[in-house]
């Protein structure tokens, strides 16, 4: 079966469009921007959204352990179904079987976050939007659940809301390197050359590489 909270397909950064370049952006702003824009959602792989993962990003997780579901068999069979599925990219199949198994067990989280990852592959963002808002404010415990909703936002380039879905993530999981990397990224995107951002992204460095590449391009002066 598929890893907790994985999918064929990572959320790393944000969305792979770069926003409006500002006339009076440096060389190495844009550099910096440009780099955001190749982190795009494909470039991480699935294990990245691992329960095991997700244990590993917040240092402090230990002390505030996830209670673990025990999908019941039928839902947990539909939902490796799904996975295979989504593998050979059948998104409408998987979609089928994902639903399935949230109907059968309403209370797997890890099948509902999978199945909003697909509807979103499959181009239909709204409904996998209101799926994520809902894991959100139902499973409140997982960061990843915030950072995939704010990696969504992104990628329709609403950077406004998807920075206000990072402080969320940011204000329940401080201590967590992914949630520090998103926030991170999204004040980069709205052209946020801020000491913030910048101190985020430090923090992020520690599992992921993606953050020392934008700090190596961090342009000297801003705007």
């Known amino acids: 079966m598929r890893p907790f909270l994985s999918a064929t397909y990572g959320y790393l950064l944000l969305a792979a469009a770069l926003p409006a ?18 982190m795009g959602h494909s470039n991480v792989g699935p294990d990245s959204q691992s329960l095991k993962f997700e244990q590993a990003d917040d240092p ?17 069979k539909a939902a490796e179904k799904a996975e295979r599925l989504a593998k050979k990219k059948q998104r409408d199949e998987a979609i089928a079987e994902y639903r399935e198994a949230v109907t059968l067990d309403p209370l797997y989280f890890e099948a509902w976050n999978d199945l909003a990852l697909e509807l979103e592959a499959a ?27 704010a990696s969504l936002l992104s990628g329709q380039k609403r950077y406004a809301d998807a920075e206000a879905v990072a402080r969320q993530a940011m204000k329940l999981h401080s201590y967590s390197f992914k949630a520090n990397l998103v926030l991170g990224g999204v004040l980069i995107s709205e052209g946020k050359w801020s000491d913030e951002a910048k101190t985020k992204l430090e923090y992020a460095v520690v599992k992921y590489p993606a953050a020392r590449t934008l700090l190596e391009k961090w342009p000297e002066k801003r705007d």
């Open 21 to 38: 370049q500002n006339r009076g952006m440096t060389t190495d702003q844009t550099r910096v921007m440009t780099a955001v824009s190749e």
């Open 60 to 76: 402090t997780i230990a002390t505030h352990p996830i209670a673990p579901h025990e999908p019941v068999r039928a839902a947990r």
């Open 123 to 149: 181009g239909k963002t709204d409904e996998a939007e209101q799926m994520f808002r809902r894991l959100t404010q139902s499973n409140p415990e997982h960061v990843l659940a915030f950072t995939n909703l």
